[in-house]
Nanobody, 123 residues
Framework: QVQLVESGGGLVQAGGSLRLSCAAS????????MGWFRQAPGKEREFVAA????????VYADSVKGRFTISRGNARNTVILQLSSLKLDDTAVYYC????????????????WGQGTQVTVSS
């Protein structure tokens, strides 16, 4: 019933910035939390950041804290991930996820997923 579409990925040099967005369509629950995960080749999908439906709780992975910022867009069906001070290890496919009441930092806690957007950081 819910579709998520990520956008904003691309190629950027180390130290640069990138802005990812995720838009939901279909039957979107007003109380959905939204999160970002990433997966590099040969590695497991890992948590990046998440935000509750009303923005009262935000959680970041230790590896991105202080560099990435997650926020709800002006529209309730949109979430933004601002990536700054990018490192080579940030290279991955970034996925948007949503659910009504997930355990924010675990992938298994999310019901809906986007197709992903590629972020490549070069030296």
């Amino acid at each position: 019933q819910v579709q998520l579409v990520e956008s904003g990925g691309g190629l950027v040099q180390a130290g640069g910035s990138l802005r990812l967005s995720c838009a939901a369509s279909g039957r979107t629950n007003w109380s959905y939390a939204m999160g970002w995960f990433r997966q590099a080749p040969g590695k497991e999908r890992e948590f990046v950041a998440a935000i509750t439906w009303n923005g009262d709780r935000i959680v970041y992975a230790d590896s991105v804290k202080g560099r990435f910022t997650i926020s709800r867009g002006n529209a309730r069906n949109t979430v933004i991930l601002q990536l700054s001070s990018l490192k080579l290890d940030d290279t991955a496919v970034y996925y948007c996820a949503a659910d009504a009441a997930p355990t924010l930092i675990t992938a298994s806690g999310y019901k809906y997923w986007g197709q992903g957007t590629q972020v490549t950081v070069s030296s």
